[in-house]
Protein backbone atom coordinates (compact mmCIF):
# COMPACT_ATOMS: atom_id res chain seq x y z
CA UNK A 1 0.00 0.00 0.00
CA UNK A 2 1.83 3.47 -0.83
CA UNK A 3 0.93 6.74 1.17
CA UNK A 4 1.61 9.79 0.82
CA UNK A 5 2.09 12.80 3.14
CA UNK A 6 2.05 16.22 2.21
CA UNK A 7 3.29 19.19 4.21
CA UNK A 8 4.84 22.73 3.97
CA UNK A 9 1.79 24.93 2.78
CA UNK A 10 0.67 28.06 4.38
CA UNK A 11 -0.36 31.47 3.66
CA UNK A 12 2.03 34.08 1.76
CA UNK A 13 2.17 36.96 0.05
CA UNK A 14 2.12 37.33 -3.74
CA UNK A 15 5.69 37.46 -4.46
CA UNK A 16 6.64 34.87 -2.32
CA UNK A 17 8.10 31.13 -2.59
CA UNK A 18 6.60 27.84 -0.59
CA UNK A 19 8.12 24.67 -0.77
CA UNK A 20 5.59 21.75 -0.61
CA UNK A 21 7.07 18.28 0.23
CA UNK A 22 5.54 14.58 -0.45
CA UNK A 23 6.86 11.90 2.03
CA UNK A 24 6.73 8.53 0.58
CA UNK A 25 6.33 5.13 2.25
CA UNK A 26 8.63 2.61 1.27
CA UNK A 27 11.02 3.79 -1.64
CA UNK A 28 8.56 4.72 -5.13
CA UNK A 29 9.80 7.95 -5.67
CA UNK A 30 12.70 6.83 -8.06
CA UNK A 31 10.17 4.02 -9.61
CA UNK A 32 7.23 5.31 -10.47
CA UNK A 33 6.26 8.36 -12.10
CA UNK A 34 5.62 11.15 -9.13
CA UNK A 35 3.14 14.33 -9.61
CA UNK A 36 1.25 17.04 -7.98
CA UNK A 37 -2.17 18.42 -8.77
CA UNK A 38 -3.66 21.42 -7.26
CA UNK A 39 -7.92 21.72 -6.49
CA UNK A 40 -8.96 25.43 -6.05
CA UNK A 41 -12.69 26.18 -4.51
CA UNK A 42 -15.08 25.63 -7.25
CA UNK A 43 -12.89 23.98 -9.66
CA UNK A 44 -11.79 20.84 -10.72
CA UNK A 45 -8.66 19.18 -9.59
CA UNK A 46 -5.77 20.06 -12.17
CA UNK A 47 -2.12 18.63 -12.83
CA UNK A 48 0.59 21.07 -11.84
CA UNK A 49 4.24 19.32 -12.32
CA UNK A 50 4.98 15.45 -13.02
CA UNK A 51 8.54 13.90 -12.21
CA UNK A 52 9.14 10.77 -14.26
CA UNK A 53 11.66 7.72 -12.68
CA UNK A 54 14.54 8.92 -15.30
CA UNK A 55 13.95 12.64 -13.67
CA UNK A 56 12.28 13.82 -16.74
CA UNK A 57 10.12 16.60 -15.40
CA UNK A 58 6.77 18.69 -16.74
CA UNK A 59 4.83 21.59 -15.91
CA UNK A 60 1.61 23.16 -16.46
CA UNK A 61 1.80 26.60 -18.42
CA UNK A 62 0.33 28.20 -15.59
CA UNK A 63 3.47 27.36 -13.38
CA UNK A 64 6.27 26.59 -15.65
CA UNK A 65 8.91 29.01 -14.85
CA UNK A 66 8.03 29.43 -11.15
CA UNK A 67 7.34 25.88 -10.09
CA UNK A 68 9.74 23.21 -9.61
CA UNK A 69 9.50 19.71 -8.83
CA UNK A 70 12.26 17.41 -7.53
CA UNK A 71 13.19 14.60 -5.46
CA UNK A 72 15.31 13.11 -3.03
CA UNK A 73 15.39 9.36 -3.25
CA UNK A 74 17.16 8.32 -0.36
CA UNK A 75 14.49 10.17 1.68
CA UNK A 76 11.98 8.74 -0.52
CA UNK A 77 10.31 12.55 -0.52
CA UNK A 78 8.79 14.39 -3.57
CA UNK A 79 9.08 18.71 -3.50
CA UNK A 80 7.11 21.19 -5.53
CA UNK A 81 9.51 24.08 -5.28
CA UNK A 82 6.70 27.45 -5.37
CA UNK A 83 8.51 30.77 -6.40
CA UNK A 84 6.56 33.92 -7.74
CA UNK A 85 3.34 32.68 -5.74
CA UNK A 86 0.08 34.81 -7.08
CA UNK A 87 -3.08 34.73 -5.89
CA UNK A 88 -4.36 32.06 -8.63
CA UNK A 89 -2.36 29.86 -6.99
CA UNK A 90 -4.14 29.12 -3.78
CA UNK A 91 -5.32 25.79 -3.59
CA UNK A 92 -5.16 22.57 -1.65
CA UNK A 93 -2.02 21.05 -3.23
CA UNK A 94 -1.95 16.81 -3.44
CA UNK A 95 0.68 14.95 -4.34
CA UNK A 96 0.16 11.48 -6.66
CA UNK A 97 2.12 8.29 -7.53
CA UNK A 98 1.01 6.64 -10.34
CA UNK A 99 1.87 2.55 -9.84
CA UNK A 100 0.76 0.53 -12.78
CA UNK A 101 -3.11 1.08 -13.60
CA UNK A 102 -3.46 2.85 -9.98
CA UNK A 103 -3.00 6.20 -8.68
CA UNK A 104 -2.37 7.05 -5.19
CA UNK A 105 -2.80 10.22 -2.72
CA UNK A 106 -2.04 12.33 -0.45
CA UNK A 107 -4.54 14.02 1.62
CA UNK A 108 -3.09 17.45 0.41
CA UNK A 109 -1.91 20.40 2.09
CA UNK A 110 -3.04 23.68 1.65
CA UNK A 111 -1.47 26.76 0.12
CA UNK A 112 -3.04 30.51 0.35
CA UNK A 113 -1.17 33.13 -1.42
CA UNK A 114 -3.23 36.37 -0.34
CA UNK A 115 -1.88 39.92 1.04
Known amino acids: QVQLVESGGGLVQPGGSLRLSCAAS????????MGWYRQAPGKQREWVAA???????NYADSVKGRFTISRDNAKNTVYLQMNSLKPEDTAAYYC?????????WGHGTQVTVSS
Open 26 to 33: GSIVRIYV
Open 51 to 57: ITPGGST
Open 96 to 104: KCRRGLEDY
